[in-house]
T-cell receptor
């Protein structure tokens, strides 16, 4: 079974520019998560989808971050405009459901904002 | 608010040693606890998952224990190998949305 796919793997942008990340979860996984991992820290949940609906986006900086999961499959996370502190690895994960189901992580996208 | 702490932040050991990584959490109302491994430039790989009703889980040279009442978990690695070098993260699942809260990780280096 194919794992969680993410692209691009690396991205370098200047502050105030915009950027988008893409995630394709494991087939059949209803729940999709976006995490932000700053260097030296553990991942922090940004947003959680159940099918194409948002379960929790309480830690998503909504003034600059947006995410969507059209058709309940793949998802995009966008930052506009980017700030220096957005430099991090953005991880996507998926699971079959939310009740005690294991999350499977993609390789992440490393974003550098200069 | 749940806080997950991992000690030590970094650890270097010679090959063949047995070692213990520690994880503590402040709110014991969790569904489960997971240990992950993260290699540089890669995503997270789940190593062990302990349900809140369980005390320990074993997989090969790895053994994880959970003491929910005291808010502690340990990951025991037996006979360490250079290939075990990675960052080890623990995470607790909690809340109505079953979300994971992670610690900052322990960076392990096993020297040949």
């Amino acid at each position: 079974e194919a794992g969680v796919a993410q692209s691009p793997r690396y991205k370098i942008i200047e502050k105030r520019q915009s950027v988008a990340f893409w995630c394709n979860p494991i087939s059949g996984h209803a729940t999709l998560y976006w995490y932000q991992q700053i260097l030296g820290q553990g991942p922090k949940l940004l947003i959680q989808f159940q099918n194409n609906g948002v379960v929790d986006d309480s830690q998503l900086p909504k003034d600059r971050f947006s995410a969507e999961r059209l058709k309940g499959v793949d998802s995009t996370l966008k930052i506009q405009p980017a700030k220096l502190e957005d430099s991090a690895v953005y991880l996507c994960a998926s699971s079959r459901g939310t009740v005690l189901h294991e999350q499977y992580f993609g390789p992440g996208t490393r974003l550098t904002v200069t | 608010k749940q806080e997950v702490t991992q000690i030590p932040a970094a650890l270097s050991v010679p090959e063949g040693e047995n070692l213990v990584l520690n994880c503590s959490f402040t709110d014991s109302a969790i569904y489960n606890l997971q240990w992950f491994r993260q290699d540089p430039g890669k995503g997270l790989t789940s190593l062990l998952l302990i349900q809140s009703s369980q005390r320990e889980q074993t997989s090969g040279r790895l053994n994880a224990s959970l003491d929910k009442s005291s808010g502690r978990s340990t990951l025991y690695i037996a006979a360490s190998q250079p290939g075990d070098s990675a960052t080890y993260l623990c995470a607790v699942m909690e809340g109505s949305a079953r979300q994971l809260t992670f610690g900052s990780g322990t960076q392990l280096t096993v020297l040949p």
